[in-house]
């Protein structure tokens, strides 16, 4: 890995945002899902959660193509795993929903650990994820139309998510867990070496501070004889 290549990763997971996650509930166009991931990797969310109750909508392999390997796309099978994930990590659960509780985007405080939650493009969010959530928001509307496109709603809320953790100096406290930070480190700036531990379910080595690989002679002789 170059140093300039290592720069620039490093200075990317010192930014990402570990306790701000976006949640898909069953949005399935691949050019929303596109969207969306590179909006949640541009304003440095690491994790994106997707929910499914139909498997033939899943989202398809490179949906979000020169992202997914900086953003992590984790799948749940119904809604109780994603609700309970978030309520492990702490998370106020704010959906898009207009409601009469619902209040402006604007209003809700996202410097605090905080999942956004947008739902299937023709029928938005489900009633039991409604009922899930500690917030309702809407983008206000002063047209002739009613709703936004979910990827264009979404953008505008994480970028006001961005705007209130930039000035509460977010950006500037890495909080990305060691583990996951050499992860990303080992995949970015080592691509080749990283699928033939993959392949070959030999784990991933240590980097320096240099990212340089630090690895004994038995890991180099694992690579050595590994399944191409």
Known sequence: MSPERFSRISQLLDQRQHDLTLCLESVHKNHNLNALVRTADAVGIHEVHAV???????????????????????????????????????????VTHLSPQAVDFRSIDYTKPTAIVVGQERRGVTPE?????????????????????????????????????????????????????????FEGGHPIFARLCRLNQIPYPPLNEQGEICADASWWEQIRRAKR
Not at 62 to 86: C, M, Q, R, S, Y
Not at 137 to 158: F, K, T, W
Request: proline share 4%; hydrophobic share 45%.
């Open 129 to 185: 994820m409604i009922a899930a959530a500690e917030h309702h928001i809407m983008v206000p509307m002063v047209g002739m139309a009613e709703s936004l496109n979910v990827s264009v709603a979404a953008a505008v809320i994480l970028y006001e998510a961005q705007r209130q953790r930039a000035a509460a100096g977010c950006y500037q406290r890495p909080s990305l867990p060691e583990s996951e930070r050499q992860r990303v480190l």
């Open 52 to 94: 499914w109750y139909d498997q033939q909508f899943r989202m398809s392999r490179g949906a979000a193509v020169g992202t997914e390997k900086w953003v992590n796309v984790i799948h749940h099978d119904g809604l109780a795993p994603a609700l309970e994930h978030f309520r492990a990590q702490g998370q106020q659960i704010v």
